[in-house]
């Protein structure tokens, strides 16, 4: 186990409805990122946060955002949810300035 | 080869023999490989990583090697048991801006190991 905890694990949802997910990293670990991984397909960057701030982001638009409180730990909010935003949302901490990403078991993420 | 959609690459192994998973990555740039370990349900596991300046990094039972020349990432896994059946994922990184960007993830390569 990596230390990296989520909730809730499954959540169902309808088209339209907002969704917020948690996440809390590993003792230590100050940087926190959200991926979202497809069925079948490998995780795709959303955005990063360090010091309670985005500082990087993928190719997700602004519905989807998120939050780091001073405990390092980290929300992601996503907003007029689709049904292609089915998926499994992981989260990964790691220390800043070293490489090593470390990975949540995720939240399986149901939009009927 | 290519996957599509949920149709991934798979690798069946005896258990006992040695397993190699290829990866090719996409940016010339990346400074820093890391490969994960999903088993169904689960999260990414980190088995290993190299940076670009390493072309060959050992752990226990697991090797990667690494060819820049043709953007080439390859993870041996010696004396493969049942327990290593799950999907294996690559990643890339660059450096930028005063730390190490995010991951960028391959496809993924399923690994089955028969008894």
């Known amino acids: 186990e990596t230390g990296v905890t989520q909730s809730p694990t499954h959540l169902i949802k309808t088209r339209g409805q907002q969704v917020t997910l948690r996440c809390s990293s590993q003792s230590g670990h100050n940087t926190v990122s959200w991926y979202q991984q497809a069925l079948g397909q490998g995780p795709q960057f959303i955005f990063q946060y360090y010091r309670e701030e985005e500082n990087g982001r993928g190719n997700f638009p602004p519905r989807f955002s998120g939050l780091q409180f001073p405990n390092y730990s980290s929300e992601l909010n996503v907003n007029a949810l689709e049904l292609d935003d089915s998926a499994l949302y992981l989260c990964?901490?790691?220390?800043?300035?070293?490489?090593?990403?470390?990975f949540g078991p995720g939240t399986r993420l149901l939009v009927l | 080869g290519e996957s599509v959609g949920l149709h991934l690459p798979t690798l069946s192994v005896q258990e006992g023999d040695n397993s190699i998973i290829n990866c090719a990555y996409s940016?010339?740039?990346?400074?820093?490989f890391i490969w994960y370990k999903q088993e169904s349900g689960k999260g990414p596991q980190f088995i290993i990583d190299i940076r670009s300046n390493m072309d060959k990094r050992q752990g226990q039972r697991v090797t990667v090697l690494l060819n820049k020349t043709v953007k080439h990432l390859s993870l041996q896994i010696a004396a493969t048991q049942p327990g290593d059946s799950a999907v294996y994922f690559c990643?890339?990184?660059?450096?930028?801006?005063?730390?190490?960007?995010?991951?960028?993830f391959g496809k993924g390569t399923k690994l089955s190991v028969k008894p």
């Open positions: 990643a890339e990184s660059l450096f930028y801006g005063g730390s190490q960007g995010n991951l960028i």
């Open positions: 940016n010339s740039a990346s400074d820093y």
């Open positions: 990964a901490s790691k220390i800043t300035g070293q490489e090593t990403q470390y």
